[in-house]
C-alpha cells in the first residue's frame, strides 16, 4: 500500500461502492466503481446478505454499513457490513437499526455512521435517528434531541468530519 509522504498515512484506494436497488424487484448486487478510470464491475463475494431496494449506506475508510430497505415485501432493520479489504459483505445482527424502515439517509465520519428518517411498516413518517459505531459494530437510537425535526421519508444526507446534514423528503404523517 502506498503511504503519504507528509505524514506517513495509508493513501485510500479511490473506489465506491453501490449496493441493493431494485432492477427491477429488489437486488442484493454489489458495485464497485473505479474512480481512477470511471470503471464501474459487479462484486459477487460482496453482494448484500438480503436482497432489497430504499435502503441506505455510509461507511469509513475500511466499511460500509447498509441498513434498512425492503425486499419487495416487509421492511428491515437489518445492517450489512462490506469490509473493503476483502470485498466481502456480512450481515450483523447487532448493528440493525432501532425499527424497520425504508426511504432513509445515512452519513458518517471516521468512527460513526449516523441513519435518520426513512418510513416504517405502519406507513408512518420516522424522525428517528440511529447511530452505528464502527467500532463495535452496534447500533443505538439517539435520544430525541438527536431527532430529525419532522418525520420523513426519501429523505437525502451529506456531511464531513464533524457534522451531517439531513434534508428534504416527503412529509405524508408525523410519529
Do not use: C, W
Request: overall charge negative; charged content about 15%; proline content about 5%.
Amino acid at each position: 500500500p502506498a503511504n503519504r509522504y507528509i505524514d506517513g498515512a495509508l493513501v485510500s484506494p479511490k473506489l465506491g461502492y453501490f449496493g441493493g436497488g431494485s432492477a427491477p424487484g429488489a437486488t442484493a448486487q454489489m458495485d464497485k466503481v473505479n474512480f481512477a478510470d470511471d470503471t464501474t464491475a459487479a462484486v459477487p463475494g460482496a453482494n448484500l446478505s438480503l436482497a432489497r431496494y430504499e435502503l441506505a449506506a455510509t461507511g469509513n475508510a475500511d466499511a460500509g454499513y447498509f441498513g434498512g430497505g425492503q425486499p419487495g415485501s416487509g421492511y428491515h432493520s437489518r445492517m450489512d457490513k462490506l469490509t473493503y479489504a476483502s470485498d466481502t459483505t456480512v450481515y450483523i445482527p447487532g448493528a440493525n437499526l432501532s425499527e424497520a424502515r425504508i426511504g432513509l439517509a445515512a452519513v458518517g465520519n471516521a468512527t460513526d455512521g449516523y441513519f435518520g428518517g426513512g418510513r416504517n411498516p405502519s406507513d408512518v413518517d420516522v424522525a428517528t435517528m440511529d447511530k452505528v459505531s464502527y467500532s463495535s459494530d452496534t447500533t443505538e437510537a439517539l435520544p430525541s434531541s438527536g431527532f430529525i425535526s419532522v418525520g420523513r421519508y426519501f429523505i437525502s444526507a451529506t456531511g464531513n468530519s464533524t457534522a451531517g446534514y439531513f434534508g428534504g423528503g416527503v412529509v405524508v404523517s408525523t410519529m
